[in-house]
């Protein structure tokens, strides 16, 4: 085994075993981080968790033990070869067991191998999984989902924008894993938008039923169609909204209702790769209804903002030939 394996099967140990001082606590809730590592570890405690009947071998004291022993090789009496097999059956007990398990893991771990699409500035991507689940990546988003479905779910990772057209499977709930949030449907239609970087994500249930929850498991919402839920730091709002526009910019079209400019302007940065700052925070509150074409230049696209909205967009350019844009109250 390489050092970093080495170093990963003692830190599990140590978690097993409560031994972890802070700094290695520390390192193993990072490594923990990744889905396939939990996996593993949660593989590793139930093989653990088996061996429960021969606990009082596993938290034999192998130091004390010996110092034992060697007392008595100072003070022989007649139960010292019988004291020395006694301790020995148990350290080869350790590890044999030990081994086992490494052993197991080896050779059980049916690690699972996943596909990741990145979309760029300005692109749209569709994607078919395995199941017949249809996604719709929207720009600037990554969408991580296993080449095969194994076990009881169906679970992907999503980090950005996304439609999805779930597959009917009443025995596989299929899963969304972002960081905001879980998603559970069985089978239905929905978008997601749940960026990594931005407080602020939101779920629109266009067909079907949708369970959303946090991610230790506790239930946040239960969405009908025609629902949209806003989550905010650990926290949803859930309204009723017209659905008939949520899927339009797959086409290319973004229908806006009564939306608040700073969302907007979350959207066109990513679109079209800019920065866009507001001079006056108190311009975020303002509200608009309307349809942006995302095929057009932004230059037009803002000016048609300017036109209906008392705000407006200035150009500024930096040295590196860098621009932003600064949003200023008419």
């Keep these: ?10 830190l599990i140990a140590g978690k097993l075993h409560c ?3 802070n700094e290695e606590l520390t390192q193993f809730e990072e490594w923990m981080e990744e889905p396939d590592n939990r996996k593993l570890f949660e593989r590793a405690e139930k093989i653990y968790r088996g061996f429960m009947p021969v606990q009082k071998l596993l938290g034999v004291n192998r130091n004390h033990s010996w ?11 007649f139960s010292f070869r019988r004291k020395v097999f006694s301790y020995a059956a148990v350290l080869i007990s350790v590890c044999c067991l030990c081994s086992l398990l490494w052993f197991y893991l080896s050779n059980n771990t049916n690690k699972q191998e996943y596909v990741e699409i990145r979309t ?47 597959a009917k499977d009443k025995r596989h709930p299929f899963k969304i894993e972002t960081r905001k949030f879980e998603i559970g449907v069985l089978g239905t239609k929905f978008n997601v938008l749940s960026f990594n970087d931005e ?15 946090k991610e230790n498991g506790n239930t946040l919402a239960f969405l009908k169609p025609g629902q949209k839920a806003v989550i905010e730091k650990g926290t949803v709002c859930v309204s009723n909204v017209k659905t008939d ?32 700052y507001f001079a006056d925070e108190s311009l975020k509150g303002y509200r608009f ?13 803002i000016k048609a903002f ?23 109250k008419k």
């Design 1 to 10: 085994m390489s050092e970093s394996t080495d170093r990963i099967w003692e």
């Design 19 to 21: 031994e972890l001082d």
């Design 67 to 77: 110092e034992r022993i060697e007392r008595r090789i100072i003070r022989p009496d």
């Design 120 to 166: 760029t500035q300005g692109k749209l991507t569709k994607v078919v999984l395995m199941d017949g689940t249809k996604v719709w990546l929207n720009s600037k988003s990554s969408f991580r989902y296993p080449k095969e479905f194994k076990g009881v779910d169906r679970k992907v990772f999503l980090n950005g924008e996304a439609f999805f057209d779930v």
């Design 199 to 213: 407080i602020r994500g939101e779920v629109v249930l266009v067909s079907g039923s949708l369970k959303l929850s």
């Design 245 to 276: 526009f949520t899927s339009e910019w797959i086409d290319g079209r973004v229908v806006f209702d009564n939306e608040r400019i700073e969302v907007i302007v979350q959207k066109l940065e990513r679109w079209f790769n800019v920065k866009i």
């Design 289 to 301: 209804s309307g349809t942006i074409i995302k095929g057009k230049p932004l230059s037009q696209t």
């Design 306 to 328: 300017e036109l209906i909205a008392p705000v407006n967009f200035s150009y500024v350019e930096h040295s590196k030939g860098e621009a932003e844009i600064i949003v200023t």
